[in-house]
């Protein structure tokens, strides 16, 4: 049997994560996905909530914590 672990954003998160994605700096087409970059979630468990950062791999100094801190 697999087990399975499901990570969810709140409205507040997603709200946050399109607020941050809109103000990264623009993608030339073609360097973009695969070999050339992408978005990633960060998900750390702990025993009072979950925390949550945003990245892009071609802004490494731009990465986002999205966690909701006021839920902890």
């Known amino acids: 049997m697999t087990k ?9 998160q997603l709200k946050k994560y399109e607020e941050w994605k809109a ?4 993608i ?17 468990p702990t ?10 791999d071609d802004v490494p100094e731009l990465d986002c914590d999205i966690t909701d801190w006021e839920n902890f």
């Open 23 to 26: 103000s990264l700096p623009k």
């Open 4 to 12: 399975m672990i499901k990570f969810e954003l709140s409205q507040s």
């Open 28 to 44: 030339d087409s073609g360097h973009f996905g695969a070999s050339g970059g992408g978005y990633w979630f960060k998900f750390t």
């Open 47 to 56: 025993g009072i909530g979950d925390i949550v950062v945003v990245g892009r």
